[in-house]
């Protein structure tokens, strides 16, 4: 499932994939495949992108429907 709230935050910064990815330690590419929903980022890096976002773990990664 893509991540379009990860999406949004970061658009809402106005961060680029690459600025986030640098923000929290990882490359592009993973960003990428976190907002696609091709990747399931470790606890760590769902905390660090949270900081980095300014959000909660709820408001990004919560799935709504389960």
Known sequence: MKNLRMKAARAALDLSQDELAQ?????RQTIGMIEAGK??????LCV??????????DEL??????
């Open 23 to 27: 923000k929290v330690g990882v490359t």
């Open 39 to 44: 990747y399931n980022p470790t606890l760590n």
């Open 48 to 57: 660090a992108l949270c900081k980095a976002l300014g959000k909660t773990l």
């Open 61 to 66: 990664f919560w799935d709504e429907t389960e």
